[in-house]
């Protein structure tokens, strides 16, 4: 078991920036890889940014690709979302996941084995 703690939401204007961390505790952290989703009001969950097992691989969705960067310490067990340039469009409920698939970058939420609670971010305009 994996369990995930997010942190660092919270009511940001447009053009601001907010870095969210996830705490991981139980199973050895450097086995999973990582990923951060979003949901926002009234839409289906979507991938945000993924990081393979070591922090030496990323991926980030076209639509935060520039303005987000997710990264990872392995040593504090902490996996990170940098958020700059927000938009209103960025607001959302903000979730950390973890998978077994550590080498790999995935973007399917159905891939992922351990959730966080959620973190609201929330940007006004």
């Known amino acids: 078991q994996v369990q995930l703690v997010e942190s660092g939401g919270g009511l940001v204007q447009a053009g601001g920036s907010l870095r969210l961390s996830c705490a991981a505790s139980?199973?050895?952290?450097?086995?999973?890889?990582m990923g951060w989703f979003r949901r926002a009001p009234g839409k289906e969950r979507e991938f945000v940014a993924a990081?393979?097992?070591?922090?030496?691989?990323?991926y980030h969705a076209d639509s935060v690709k520039g303005r987000f960067a997710i990264s990872r310490d392995n040593a504090k067990n902490t996996v990170y979302l940098q958020m700059n340039s927000l938009k209103p469009e960025d607001t959302a409920v903000y979730y950390c996941?973890?998978?077994?698939?550590?080498?790999?970058?995935?973007?399917?939420?159905?891939?992922?084995?351990?959730w966080g609670q959620g973190t609201q971010v929330t940007v006004s305009s």
């Open positions: 996941a973890a998978t077994v698939r550590a080498y790999g970058l995935e973007t399917n939420e159905y891939e992922y084995d351990y």
């Open positions: 139980g199973r050895t952290f450097s086995r999973f890889a």
């Open positions: 990081i393979n097992w070591s922090g030496g691989n990323t």
